[in-house]
């Protein structure tokens, strides 16, 4: 096999893509080599090997789980009033991006995997490599600003304005999807479709080892993950280093007037660890891909990349970027009592649990009861929360 196939060829979203340079080695040599023995020899047709049926499986197992939960999430905030908060409105919008992502991406990589070749046009190569990049950057900038929002919150909060914090919230969501959409425009243009290698087609991301590429990668990696993982990391410390100090300064748990300052610090305590718990895992999930992307690019080495180890640690950064993507539901039902109770009521068709104001606070609660639309208002107890100018009703059965 030509060194510029396999240089051409080494592509990140590439199961079908890896098998197809196998059957290539196959023919142009005749050779025995590994794997040959899965195509015909006769007819010359591709016999999918276990590895692909595996990474099918899991692609259309992490698509479903992340179609059900992040709809699901999305459709809690939207029909529940007393949901739509700062935190829980930014987290819906993360859950939308990761939505789309699969909605789209999923039925594509399943179908080219399953032929062994591109068998779509230009066009939806184009669009289907600019999504990743734009629900990546949905993400990760989501997790900043609840940062900052738990960062204000704790640390400054007489900061917080109180008057049109609704708007303020939706106008930075949609901020967000369009500085996203803005920083995948590259991969829209540079992606494209390659089939001079008859009978076989390739969606490419980006061109290998052009300058184009690497300077969008390099810039890609700083922009979209270096960036906001530091910001992240700088307020958690002062987060961290706040809540120590309130937990020094705290009068006795006995104190009558220091119960609800107690309530709001440990509420706001939760809150902010479930944000660091969504931020950690999408770095986890992120990490292997820029590792892959920049030595694709920057020290491309054609013996290592035709290995089996980086074969497989290839195809474990691609999935996981899907894992990330069906993830942040199901760590939301562990960490939170209220999207749990709140899944429940939706997936599960049950009702008449007691659920808490807001994400993770423990204080005013109302009971589901659609035969009782008298209830009576309540602030939710959490400063937090209350900045988003929402009440939240407390309603009795």
């Given amino acids: 096999m030509s060194s510029d196939i396999i240089h051409k060829y080494a592509w990140p979203n590439a199961t079908a893509v890896a098998q197809t340079l196998q059957h290539m080695a196959c023919n142009e040599t005749s050779s025995n080599l590994s794997g040959c023995n899965d195509f015909e020899e006769d007819s010359g047709d591709y016999i999918m090997p276990i590895d692909a049926y595996i990474s099918i499986f899991l692609i259309l197992l992490f698509g479903a789980i992340g179609l059900i939960g992040n709809g699901t ?3 809690i905030v939207i029909l529940n009033r007393d949901m739509r908060t700062v935190p829980n409105v930014l987290i819906a919008s993360l859950a939308l991006g990761d939505f789309l992502f699969l909605l789209i991406s999923v039925p594509f990589t399943v179908i080219s995997n399953i032929h062994n070749t591109y068998v779509f046009g230009e066009a939806v190569c184009k669009f289907t490599s600019m999504l990743p990049v734009m629900s990546e950057g949905v993400s990760v ?4 600003a609840m940062s900052h929002d738990r960062y204000t919150a704790i640390v400054k909060p007489m900061h917080r304005r109180k008057s049109g914090a609704a708007m303020r919230i939706y106008t930075l969501a949609v901020s967000i999807w369009i500085m996203s959409f803005m920083l995948s425009i590259p ?3 540079l992606s494209y479709v390659e089939s001079k290698y008859t009978p076989y087609k390739f969606c490419f991301y980006l061109p290998h080892e052009t300058k184009s590429a690497k300077i969008h990668e390099t810039f890609r990696c700083i922009l979209m993950f270096i960036l906001p993982l530091l910001v992240i990391s700088v307020y958690y410390m002062l987060i961290a280093l706040k809540l120590l ?7 006795g748990e006995g ?6 300052a107690t309530k709001q610090v440990r509420a706001r305590r939760r809150l902010a660890r479930t944000v660091l718990v969504l931020v950690v895992l999408f770095g986890l999930c992120w990490l292997p891909h820029f590792i892959y992307r920049l030595m694709f690019q920057f020290n491309f080495d054609e013996d290592l990349f035709m290995t089996t180890g980086m074969y497989v640690f290839q195809l474990l950064s691609n999935l996981l970027t899907y894992l990330n993507a069906c ?3 199901v760590a939301l039902c562990f960490l939170s009592k209220t999207y749990r109770k709140y899944y429940l009521k939706y997936l599960c068709c049950r009702h008449g649990g007691i659920l808490t104001t807001g994400l993770l606070v423990k204080g ?3 009971q589901l009861s659609p035969t009782n639309p008298d209830c009576k208002r309540a602030m939710a107890t959490d400063d937090s929360f209350r900045n988003s100018s929402v009440e939240t009703k407390t309603c009795t059965v």
């Fill in 255 to 260: 104190v009558a007037d220091t119960g609800q």
């Fill in 327 to 329: 993830i942040n539901p």
């Fill in 187 to 189: 991969s829209l243009v």
């Fill in 364 to 366: 005013t609660t109302y």
């Fill in 73 to 75: 999430l999305v459709f």
């Fill in 245 to 251: 100090e309130s937990s020094l300064n705290m009068p």
């Fill in 141 to 144: 900038f989501t997790l900043a």
